[in-house]
């Protein structure tokens, strides 16, 4: 009988994959809107490929010449995210969108039933994506 590792490989991030309809549109939002950064495009002139980033996350979007590979999430109720993401205070993240002309899918709501605080936010290209902290964290003004 082998003997087990006392630790396990650790998962560090995680970078949602976007088929997009014109990649300088959704990353200049990413950058002018959502606060990411990148260091260039990729793919020529024009540019196919892009990663926005923000503190530890990173967001895929890659051009495509077919517009029905373009499939965001959409529940039975007709919305879902396309990646949900935890945060320090969803309220201070949610001003700093919206002053900046974010899309809002919905405004900060707290989801008891889960436990987070969280609102969510639409791309150009109609990803959803919520931001969320726990309500156990007492971020309710933040």
């Known amino acids: 009988m082998s003997e087990q590792p006392t630790t396990r490989p650790k998962l560090k991030a995680i ?14 939002y990413y950058r002018d809107v959502l606060g990411f950064g990148f260091d260039r495009l990729w793919g020529g002139d024009p540019p196919c490929f892009g990663m926005p ?20 999430n959409r529940g039975d109720d007709g919305e879902s995210w396309d990646a949900y993401v935890r945060v320090d205070d969803a309220d201070a ?27 969510a936010v639409r791309d150009p290209d109609g990803f ?15």
């Open 53 to 72: 980033r923000r503190d530890g996350l990173t967001v895929m979007l890659s051009e495509v010449a077919d517009k029905t590979l373009i499939r965001p």
């Open 128 to 142: 959803v994506i919520a931001f969320a902290h726990s309500i156990a964290s007492g971020r309710r003004d933040a």
């Open 15 to 28: 970078a949602p994959f976007f088929f997009v309809s014109d990649v300088t549109r959704p990353a200049g």
């Open 93 to 119: 993240l949610f001003a700093e969108f919206t002053t900046r002309g974010a899309i809002v899918a919905y405004p900060p709501v707290d989801r008891d039933y889960y436990g987070n605080r969280e609102f």
